[in-house]
């Protein structure tokens, strides 16, 4: 199977996975919920490790085509970096749902009321997501200026591979450090933001191609 075929079963994949996670109330108010919910979230870690095991393999394959990402629109090729989202985004992502959620619960707050939620972000979970996001910013900077690859294919496939590992990495260590309900909410805002950006993409090609 080509990666462009894998790419479009596995985002359809995942649409579905998050759509079930979606429909599963949170936080879980029963042991039987609160299960399936993190089953769930395992299985959508999981569809991403698969993600980046396949791309890895088609990069070694075939390095241009990969970069060239012919699978995605021309919308989410121009937000790439390095043949894919940059990393930092996801802290992007968590800071801005985590402000309109407490904006839309800031009266229960000041009465004392707590949801869990990413708008319910402890101060030590935001001193830590500021470290991270430093540490990740410095490593995106390292790999981009790996500028010198002399034509060698296998340099671009390793450059790859470091991004790649990099937002593996982010995802994981934002899953570490987010309480089960809000990684649920993280997972799902990313998934929510990757169909938006796809769907904008596929619309404007269309336009472009039919003008």
């Not at 968590?94 to 004392?112: A, K, M, N």
């Not at 009321?113 to 410095?138: H, I, K, N, V, W």
Request: glycine share 6%.
């Amino acid at each position: 199977m080509s990666f462009q075929r894998f790419y479009q079963t596995w985002f359809d994949q995942l649409k579905d996975m998050v759509r079930q996670l979606n429909q599963v109330p949170g936080p879980a108010i029963s042991d039987q919920q609160h299960e399936l919910h993190q089953q769930l979230v395992q299985k959508i870690m999981s569809h991403y490790y698969e993600y980046y095991r396949v791309k890895s393999l088609a990069a070694k394959n075939d390095i241009l085509s990969v970069f060239a990402a012919p699978w995605s629109t021309s919308l989410e090729r121009s937000l790439h970096w390095i043949a894919g989202w940059r990393p930092t985004t996801a802290y992007h992502l968590i800071y801005t749902e985590s402000s309109i959620l407490f904006e839309s619960h800031v009266i229960d707050i000041l009465r004392g009321l707590r949801y869990g939620d990413l708008g319910d972000l402890s101060p030590d979970q935001l001193a830590r997501f500021s470290e991270l996001q430093c540490e990740t910013d410095g490593a995106s900077e390292i790999i981009g200026l790996t500028g010198d690859i002399d034509g060698k294919m296998e340099k671009l496939v390793e450059i790859l591979d470091k991004a790649d590992k990099l937002r593996m990495k982010t995802i994981e260590n934002l899953v570490e450090l987010l309480t089960p309900q809000q990684t649920a909410e993280f997972l799902i805002a990313s998934a929510h933001l990757q169909f938006g950006i796809r769907r904008w993409g596929i619309n404007h090609d269309r336009q472009r191609e039919n003008p």
